[in-house]
């Protein structure tokens, strides 16, 4: 059978007739065949699927699938857990997208899911880690919101915060509204995976914020804006509980270790983190630096972010001796 799957694939027919075939051909998925002839039925299609450039090929790969997994669920799932899953720890991930929705969409098919999600706790900081956009990340996201059993455990479930935020920081904004729609979607998901996450493990929430702090607070580059970290940054710190605001911008403030240089950079990107739209609880954070810097008496900085971000925000910043206030202008 996969011999005649790689000839249809192979053919020079148009592609309404191969698809033609190949619907013919998953009728007799029903059929009962040996073992090793539906592994490999099962290896050939999920390779179409994670692996093929070519529309046709990954929609047929998805066909044949499903269809072999429905007469075949014993073998299907132990192809997935021990085979399909082991492969894609130990080679690189082509298409991170595409391979984490047909793990998402196996997962709905297993009957016994514990093997499989032991194996996924190992994988998913691999999968992070390959994901470079948003929509791969949201993608991730969707299925360890679904399958939370998925999650790495114990310290690792640090790692993964911090590698989703060092590859959310490469998102750049979106330029059409149909990218915008899709944007905002994506990261709404990678956001609540972060909820979940800080939610569950407290101790990964510091971590996190050190690590969203080491990429905004790098000199800036004006001439290089590719170079500067996403503002979808903000769309995930929005999620930090505001309960911690005091105590972070507290702390931070008061850290003597902390160059000026980086503090001025952190604060003025996460003025800019604002022009995220819908963004949440940020002007909480941006205010409770500005005051506290000025209890701590750096007014160098609140000068230097006052200049700036002179055409992005207005805030005031209570001082113990009367009242420090940056007067700007909002851009329309």
Request: charged share 20%.
């Amino acid at each position: 059978m996969d011999k005649i799957l790689l000839g249809v694939a192979a053919s020079t027919h148009p592609v309404g007739v191969k698809k033609a075939l190949v619907s013919k051909l998953i009728t007799s998925a029903s059929k009962p065949l040996p073992e090793e002839q539906v592994m490999v039925i099962f290896d050939l299609s999920s390779r179409w699927i994670i692996e093929a450039e070519d529309e046709f090929q990954q929609e047929m790969g998805d066909q044949v699938f499903t269809a072999w997994s429905k007469y075949n669920q014993t073998v299907m799932e132990k192809f997935f857990t021990h085979h399909f899953l082991i492969g894609v720890i130990g080679g690189d991930v082509a298409h991170p997208q595409g391979t984490i929705s047909f793990i998402h969409r196996c997962f709905k098919m297993l009957h016994n899911r514990e093997s499989a999600s032991k194996i996924m706790q190992t994988l998913t900081i691999t999968l992070a880690r390959e994901s470079k956009d948003s929509s791969s990340l949201a993608e991730l996201s969707r299925f360890l919101l679904a399958f939370p059993d998925c999650l790495p455990k114990g310290d690792f479930i640090k790692t993964l915060c911090i590698t989703i935020i060092q590859s959310m920081s490469k998102t750049k904004m979106p330029n059409t509204e149909e990218e915008v729609k899709r944007s905002l979607e994506d990261v709404s998901q990678i956001g609540l995976l972060l909820q979940r996450m800080w939610r569950d493990n407290l101790t990964s929430i510091i971590p996190s914020l050190t690590a969203v702090f080491g990429l905004i607070s790098t000199a800036a580059d004006e001439s290089d804006e590719a170079a500067s970290p996403s503002v979808a940054l903000g769309a995930l710190v929005q999620h930090v509980p505001v309960e911690m605001i005091k105590t972070v911008t507290e702390s931070v403030a008061k850290d003597r270790g902390i160059p000026d240089a980086h503090m001025t950079s952190a604060l003025t990107r996460m003025i800019d983190w604002l022009s995220w739209p819908g963004v949440r609880n940020i002007d909480r954070w941006i205010v409770g630096f500005l005051q506290n810097l000025a209890k701590a008496q750096k007014f160098t900085i609140l000068i230097n972010v006052s200049l700036a971000t002179v055409e992005k925000v207005s805030v005031g910043v209570k001082t113990g001796r009367g009242t420090c206030t940056m007067y700007v202008t909002c851009d329309s």
